[in-house]
């Protein structure tokens, strides 16, 4: 009761400060403007920066914009050249301004269309689908599951419901955290059946309906449906294949002051960057100085392919209990075994137990010894996704450069996707024509709150190599036709 209260009191305290609109400075703005080549006249060039960098979801819509005369200074050109780009900014309804209460960013007829379908388990058999990246189980599996079963004599006289976990396994996941530099003991371990159903539990705890939650854009689709289910109100942070921008990470810290954020640092789903140390200690200093408990997902933090030291976990960084890392072997081992878990404090495991009661008692007992088993052998079990990703990763960028060569994908150290940029944002379209050609990728606004990312698709290596290049070929054929026959998000052409 006391945590909804002081959620409710602080979602009062910002709707009396003006509340929800974000702003951004002349000088960070200008920053973000100069990353992108310079055209003529200028003032075009000014406002087709800002337009993608909303499209592209680093600068989120109902954002304020500064002040032109701000502006202009930060860039060094006349005020002239400012109010024209906002001008054209306006006119094309990006954004929005009115007398007296300033300009800030909107999406062009946001209020129609319906949003992508979810690009996850389409069903259909004949086509290949790139949008679900789950890999296939590990070798030697069955193996341990025939040994778990044979320990099943040894539970089968109780009751068979373990809230907190099978306790050998919360010594196995707390065992790998200390191989990997973070002190953790099995109390600090609460099993979860998935790391989906850890951060809805975590939501469920932590997040008040109207708190403010701050979130990546793009990320986790369903993470962030699990955001909006909990009647909290979502403010979004870019992040691209070249990682963070963390002046805009600490601005947003301390313009928000969010209750809670939920952040995926390892191998970044869709974007596959990967946060260094000095980044997460600041992202940890600014969460503990705005008051912010972080959800950090490390579904895929195992995964990684290129060679190279890992940073420690976030949660390494943490000094007063505010990090929640949620974890999973669906990823790593495979997504049959629906078993995640929840690093916390002790006190923080206890209440997660209370809220899961409300939807189920325990996990599998048989899953959960089995992938004791497996965990035993994770050395192993890295280095094996790891060549496997690799050829894998390899092929579908190599068919790519051959077929669609104006494409351009990232290349991730980690991860099981690709995220490409594209010429031109159809990526919506894309989709829908991939589907006639019998390929199922991801399109951006799947990994976004607000229909921005038109410009990018998810792309899944987790196929063989062979199936890979078909895939493409098969994209290749649903790009040309969907440039013959373009079909625009929200009913016109963003330029």
């Known amino acids: ?55 592209d979801g680093r600068v989120p819509t109902n954002t304020r914009l500064p002040a032109e005369r701000d502006l202009a200074a930060a860039l060094g050109v006349s005020r002239n050249t400012v109010t024209a780009a906002y001008a054209w900014l306006r006119d094309n309804r990006f954004l929005d301004s009115r007398q007296g209460a300033g300009s800030w960013t909107v ?40 040994r778990a079963a044979g320990q099943l004599a040894a539970h089968v006289g109780g009751l068979g419901y373990y809230p907190y976990g099978l306790p050998e396994l919360r010594h196995a996941v707390a065992r790998r955290y200390v191989e990997r530099g973070l002190p953790t003991t099995p109390e600090q371990i609460f099993i979860t059946n998935g790391a989906q159903q850890g951060v809805a539990l975590v939501l469920d705890l932590l997040a008040q309906p109207g708190d403010e939650v701050l979130v990546e854009s793009p990320t986790y689709p369903h993470a962030l449906d699990a955001v909006r289910r909990s009647g909290a109100r979502v403010r979004t942070v870019g992040v691209t294949p070249q990682g963070w921008d963390m002046e ?35 992202l940890v200093r600014e969460a503990r100085r705005a008051g912010t408990h972080l959800v950090i997902d490390e579904s895929v933090a195992e995964l990684a392919i290129d060679s190279g030291d890992l940073p420690a976990p976030v949660a390494a960084h943490d000094t007063d209990g505010r990090v929640v890392t949620v974890g999973s072997v669906g990823k790593l081992l495979w997504g049959g075994l629906r078993v995640g878990w929840v690093r916390a404090t002790p006190p923080m495991v206890a209440r997660l137990m209370a809220v899961r009661q409300r939807f189920d008692l325990a996990g599998a007992v048989l899953d959960q010894l089995t992938t004791t088993h497996l965990l035993a052998d994770v050395m192993r079990i890295r280095a094996e996704r790891s060549r496997w990703l690799r050829r894998n990763r390899d092929a579908l960028l190599a068919a790519l450069r051959d077929r669609l060569p104006d494409w351009r994908p990232n290349v991730p150290g980690g991860g099981l996707v690709l995220w490409a940029a594209l010429p031109q944002p159809v990526a919506s379209a894309l989709s829908a024509a991939s589907v006639r050609h019998g390929v199922h990728p991801a399109a951006g606004p799947v990994f976004g709150s607000d229909g921005t990312l038109e410009r990018y698709l998810r792309l899944s290596y987790t196929r063989p190599p062979d199936v890979l290049a078909d895939a493409v070929d098969r994209l290749a054929a649903a790009y040309a036709e969907t440039l013959a026959h373009p079909v625009q998000p929200h009913g016109r052409l963003y330029v």
Not at 5 to 15: C, D, K, L, P, T
Not at 121 to 129: C, F, Q, R, V, Y
């Open 107 to 146: 999406l062009p007829d946001s209020s129609t269309g319906d949003p992508s379908p979810s690009p996850f388990l389409s069903g259909a058999a004949e086509h290949i689908d790139l949008g679900v990246a789950g890999p296939p189980a590990v070798e030697g599996l069955r193996d341990a599951a025939f």
């Open 1 to 55: 009761m006391a945590a909804r209260q002081g959620g409710a009191a602080r979602a009062a305290e910002r709707s009396t400060a003006g509340g929800g609109t974000r702003r951004i400075n002349g000088r960070l703005l200008a920053r973000l403007i100069g990353e992108a080549p310079v055209e003529r006249p200028y003032y075009l060039s000014i406002a087709r920066s800002v337009s993608g960098l909303v499209l």
């Open 248 to 282: 805009y990470l600490v601005d947003a810290f301390r313009q928000w002051r969010p209750s809670l954020g939920y952040l995926i640092p390892d191998f970044h789903n869709p974007t596959g960057a990967l946060m260094d140390d000095d980044e997460r200690r600041v």
